[in-house]
T-cell receptor, first 115, second 113 residues
């Protein structure tokens, strides 16, 4: 079956522009996670969804970042007024349910470059 | 998505040798740990996990050791193969936030033929 897919795979944008990153989780997975990975760093948790609800948004770096999920499936991560420090790989993962007994399956990521 | 960075700790091993990748975790409340493998251009892939009530867990060619006293985790790969070349991350999880993984910065494993 299909894994987690993300689009676009690469995005170059000018500072100050808004961007939308998309994640298609594995079918049937109710939990969805967003992470950010800066060059040479581990993954930084941003937000997770159980269904369409995001119980914890505390990992979002600033109020320029937002995410939504509709229909319990596709999620979009939106970054407004992008800054150069937003440049990173944004990874999405999904699991059957939120919680440690449910393996998170990762997508290939979207590489965002802000010029 | 490129994951490797210029300044990651790197372990270089000869094909066929055993590899040991180490990780120090920070939170004494963490009680669940996972090792991930990330190949270039791909997302992380689950390798093996261990709970804090265990000291050792074995999988296929991999063993994870946990030393809670010094908050240290290691991943041992037996008979390392070229396909094992990747960046390896440990991740920790605290029981009261069971959805959230805290990742280390990673170690790059290079396997010499």
């Amino acid at each position: 079956g299909a894994g987690v897919s993300q689009s676009p795979s690469n995005k170059v944008t000018e500072k100050g522009k808004d961007v939308e990153l998309r994640c298609d989780p594995i079918s049937g997975h109710t939990a969805l996670y967003w992470y950010r990975q800066s060059l040479g760093q581990g993954l930084e948790f941003l937000i997770y969804f159980q269904g369409n609800s995001a119980p914890d948004k505390s990992g979002l770096p600033s109020d320029r970042f937002s995410a939504e999920r509709t229909g319990g499936s596709v999620s979009t991560l939106t970054i407004q007024r992008t800054q150069q420090e937003d440049s990173a790989v944004y990874l999405c993962a999904s699991s059957l349910w939120a919680g440690r007994n449910n393996e998170q399956y990762f997508g290939p990521g979207t590489r965002l470059t802000v010029t | 998505g490129e994951s490797v960075g210029l300044h990651l700790p790197t372990l270089s091993v000869q094909e066929g040798d055993n590899s040991i990748i180490n990780c120090a975790y920070s939170n004494s409340a963490s009680d669940y740990f996972i090792w991930y493998k990330q190949e270039s251009g791909k997302g992380p892939q689950f390798i093996i996990d261990i709970r804090s009530n265990m000291d050792k867990r074995q999988g296929q060619r991999v063993t994870v050791l946990l030393n809670k006293t010094v908050k240290h985790l290691s991943l041992q790969i037996a008979a390392t193969q070229p396909g094992d070349s990747a960046v390896y991350f440990c991740a920790e999880n605290i029981e009261d936030s069971s959805y959230k993984l805290i990742f280390g910065s990673g170690t790059r494993l290079l396997v010499r033929p």
